[in-house]
Structures are given as structure tokens and as C-alpha cells.
């Protein structure tokens, strides 16, 4: 499981938060390929007429869970971007990779991994 929190000022309206775990060996431009992909899902989620997504209020958090196989003695990667609707209606990314070092075994910890840290 992880959390996504608002550290704004205003509300992030129709969030979404696509992800995926990937394994190494990774390189930095596939990488930012999958966080890419990640952000067009979430585009599709965010601008959903039905209005699938969350609303991420200032100090708030979300949290969402993942699978990963942890049997892996290679290390983890958890790709994604949050996608969501800023107060004067403009679509925003924030991009992130994070990574978890082998062998990986449940409550390892993650930390920042190459590329992918933007924020928006």
C-alpha cells in the first residue's frame, strides 16, 4: 500500500493515481516511458464524464494498494503519476518512482529512485 497527500493549498479534484511495480534490471528511459504511460491513464480516469477519481483536500491523503511479488531478490520499482484537476480546472501531473532494494520482503521501504521525481 502507499499514500499520495495533497501538500497543496487548494483541492486536487478527480485524482487518480495509476500505477505499477516494475523489477530490475531498469533502465532511466524506460523508466520515464512507464511513468508516461501511467499519466495518460490517468488523464482517461481523471477526465471521466462519470467522474472516477478522488478529491485529495489540502493536508488529506489517499492510499492505494499494489501487488508485489516478493519473492524477487532483484529490486522494485513502483512507477506512476497522480493525475488530477487543479481549482481553475487545468489537468496536472505529478510524476514519481520510487524504489525498494532486494532481496524485496513485506514493509520494505522505499525511497526515491532515478528520473521520474518531477512535480507539478
Known amino acids: ?16 493515481f495509476p500505477s505499477e511495480p516494475a523489477y530490475a534490471p531498469m533502465e532511466s528511459g524506460e523508466t520515464k516511458t ?3 504511460q501511467a499519466c495518460t491513464r490517468g488523464d482517461v480516469l481523471t477526465t471521466d464524464p462519470e467522474g472516477h477519481g478522488y478529491t485529495l483536500f489540502p493536508g488529506s491523503s489517499q492510499s492505494q494498494d499494489i501487488t508485489i511479488d516478493g519473492t524477487r531478490q532483484t529490486a522494485v520499482y513502483l512507477l506512476g503519476c497522480l493525475t488530477y484537476i487543479d481549482q481553475f480546472g487545468k489537468l496536472r501531473h505529478t510524476r514519481f518512482c520510487e524504489t525498494a532494494k532486494a532481496p524485496v520482503q513485506e514493509g520494505a521501504g522505499l525511497t526515491p529512485c532515478f528520473g521520474g521525481q518531477e512535480a507539478d
Open 34 to 36: 512507464k511513468i508516461e
Open 1 to 16: 500500500m502507499f499514500t499520495v497527500k495533497n501538500y497543496g493549498l487548494s483541492p486536487a479534484l478527480h485524482s487518480a
